[in-house]
T-cell receptor, first 109, second 116 residues
Framework: RKEVEQDPGPFNVPEGATVAFNCTYS??????FFWYRQDCRKEPKLLMS???SGNEDGRFTAQLNRASQYISLLIRDSKLSDSATYLC??????????FGQGTELSVKP | DVKVTQSSRYLVKRTGEKVFLECVQD?????MFWYRQDPGLGLRLIYF???????EKGDIPEGYSVSREKKERFSLILESASTSQTSMYLC???????????????FGSGTRLTVV
């Protein structure tokens, strides 16, 4: 079993749609959680941290359920510029990051 | 903003060559990492370092070594390049607080290495 698993994708959605990505992790000792965005042939960039209470940044909402070891990312009112690969990331004690395989999102006009 | 700089964007090397990939960060971060990213395999950790002259093996260290002589610089070395090491190499740094909270990584722009 992979340490971090994500929806396989790709997700093809029209502009304005709401899309949700899910992620599960296997190590209950995971300490910090993040969503990264990676554009084609570019490096991953931090999109947002994920907190137990849930957090929102504009059109993006992230949720964490420690009991179920589950993380989600919700994107509302999708834009063409949201097209990218979204990586779910968890950290273990000591700061090592474990990356999911990523889910590709394509927003169409 | 933290800046992580990788010395080359694209490299082409011959099989058997010794290859050096350099990474420099400017925010005094203790932690530095080297990953490779391949289609269908995602990001895989090669080596990481929590301090000067300190190194730890990641998930796929075979065929690689690293050097961290100064806090800001973390070098990845391919001892004898092979075609299987053709990949995108990403360096990252992070700040880890004393309580263990991680603020996430900042990545360099990557080096696309082709071994022929």
């Amino acid at each position: 079993r992979k340490e971090v698993e994500q929806d396989p994708g790709p997700f093809n959605v029209p502009e304005g749609a709401t899309v949700a990505f899910n992620c599960t992790y296997s190590n209950s000792a995971s300490q910090s959680f993040f969503w990264y965005r990676q554009d084609c042939r570019k490096e991953p960039k931090l999109l947002m941290s994920v907190y137990s209470s849930g957090n929102e940044d504009g059109r993006f909402t992230a949720q964490l359920n420690r009991a179920s070891q589950y993380i989600s990312l919700l994107i509302r009112d999708s834009k063409l510029s949201d097209s990218a690969t979204y990586l779910c990331v968890v950290t273990l004690q000591g700061g090592k990051l474990i990356f999911g395989q990523g889910t590709e999102l394509s927003v169409k006009p | 903003d933290v800046k992580v700089t990788q010395s080359s964007r694209y490299l082409v090397k011959r099989t058997g060559e010794k290859v050096f990939l350099e990474c420099v960060q400017d925010m005094d971060h203790e932690n530095m990492f080297w990953y490779r990213q391949d289609p269908g395999l995602g990001l895989r950790l090669i080596y990481f370092s929590y301090d000067v002259k300190m190194k730890e093996k990641g998930d796929i260290p075979e065929g690689y070594s690293v050097s961290r002589e100064k806090k800001e610089r973390f070098s990845l070395i391919l001892e004898s390049a092979s075609t299987s090491q053709t990949s995108m190499y990403l360096c990252a740094s992070s700040l880890l607080t004393s309580s263990g909270f991680n603020y996430g990584y900042t990545f360099g722009s990557g080096t696309r290495l082709t071994v022929v």
